[in-house]
């Protein structure tokens, strides 16, 4: 699923901050206060929160709600006039002292602090470095497996939980707002760099990073859940056609690739693009088509996709970023265009052609 996400007023998110789960447990702990309200309302600067649990059977189901605010109450006219009162109080001493306050008066004005507590406000880095977990991402390189190491944090992720996607007019404005996130940013450098430290040639990075982002699991979710970041990929183990695909597009742009993505839009369907020659390009759009859902040979576009079937109509091409061809993918097209000619052939192989099904599927890690 990979359509542009609805912003209805109440999402149903997976992972709340921390504060807001610590808050549902210690109402939950006290049988007087969930006994007699059934949902729990809780408030930040940006978000509104609601939280109902379900015990059934002796078993607890926690669901977390959460509300974009529309707008923020406005300053009181009381309140700017004593603003007004102290700001011409301080010109006046500025104006008999000297200008160094004039600087500290334009910078009260321009910049005025943020909210305690409220959602904009930056985590320190020991805040998004709590709960940290060592997860090894598997690969396979010319049928060789491999793995990827990478330090996941839970603050990280509760943050990230905070920041609901924009909506834009622009599609490309929309789905960048996910592979730009700055504090993601930070972390996901490191797993690029692991990547590079993997793998010495520049083309086997890239494959390393395909095949990784193939291998994490797919899942698929209702048509109006939010998207999720690339990190949440990571750390939850998961994701679906979007996710992983912006999660590879991510990681291709740090190899210093060109990269897009293609939004099938009749088939709610999300691949990745990378640049490439234009032989080996998808429907002359200048990007190789790759799948991300599960292992497969980039270049392969041929698959069956559910109720879908075979991806039929021309995609919506939202390019990431500028930068190299990927010049070597010729080997995979030309593995592509022989793995699509045996699945031709039916279920009855003859000896020759089922070793060669098998060594393709060896080859990019697909099961057989």
């Not at 930070?186 to 990073?209: G, S």
């Not at 210093?256 to 999300?270: L, T």
């Not at 390009?281 to 079937?309: D, L, M, N, Q, S």
């Amino acid at each position: 699923m990979s359509s542009k996400r609805s912003q209805p007023m109440w999402v149903e998110v997976r992972d709340p901050p921390q504060w807001v789960r610590d808050a549902a447990y210690e109402w939950f702990a006290d049988p007087r206060s969930w006994s007699q309200d059934q949902v729990l309302h809780l408030s930040s600067a940006t978000y509104d929160y609601r939280i109902r649990v379900e015990v059934t059977g002796g078993t607890l189901r926690w669901h977390y709600f959460r509300r974009q605010k529309i707008s923020r109450s406005r300053t009181s006219r009381k309140s700017l006039a004593v603003w007004v009162v102290v700001i011409l109080s301080l010109l006046v001493v500025a104006v008999t002292w000297g200008g160094d306050l004039v600087s500290s008066v334009r910078t009260l004005v321009a910049e005025p602090s943020g909210t305690p507590g409220g959602d904009s406000i930056s985590p320190a880095p020991k805040d998004l470095e709590a709960g940290p977990k060592t997860i090894d991402y598997p690969y396979v390189l010319c049928g060789r497996p491999g793995s990827i190491r990478f330090d996941a944090y839970r603050g990280v992720n509760d943050h990230l939980s905070t920041q609901y996607p924009a909506s834009f007019d622009d599609e490309r404005d929309y789905w960048l707002q996910f592979v730009d996130e700055s504090i993601q940013d930070r972390y996901l450098k490191r797993l690029a760099e692991n990547i590079r430290a993997a793998e010495a040639l520049p083309e086997d990075q890239v494959r390393a990073a395909i095949s990784m982002v193939q291998k994490i699991p797919y899942i698929d979710y209702p048509f109006d859940t939010p998207a999720k970041y690339p990190y949440h990929v990571l750390y939850h183990q998961n994701g679906d056609c979007d996710e992983k695909s912006l999660l590879l597009a991510y990681l291709l742009r740090e190899l210093g690739y060109g990269v897009a993505v293609f939004h099938f839009r009749e088939e709610q369907h999300m691949a990745a693009g990378i640049k490439a020659p234009a032989q080996y390009c998808y429907r002359k759009t200048g990007y190789a088509f790759i799948e991300t859902t599960r292992p497969a040979i980039p270049t392969y576009a041929e698959a069956e996709y559910g109720g879908a079937g075979r991806l039929a109509s021309d995609p919506d091409v939202i390019v990431i970023a500028d930068g190299d061809s990927f010049e070597t993918i010729w080997r995979e097209h030309a593995d592509a265009a022989e793995w699509g000619r045996i699945q031709g052939m039916g279920s009855e192989l003859d000896q020759y052609a089922y070793g060669r099904y098998r060594n393709l599927a060896q080859w990019y890690g697909m099961p057989y």
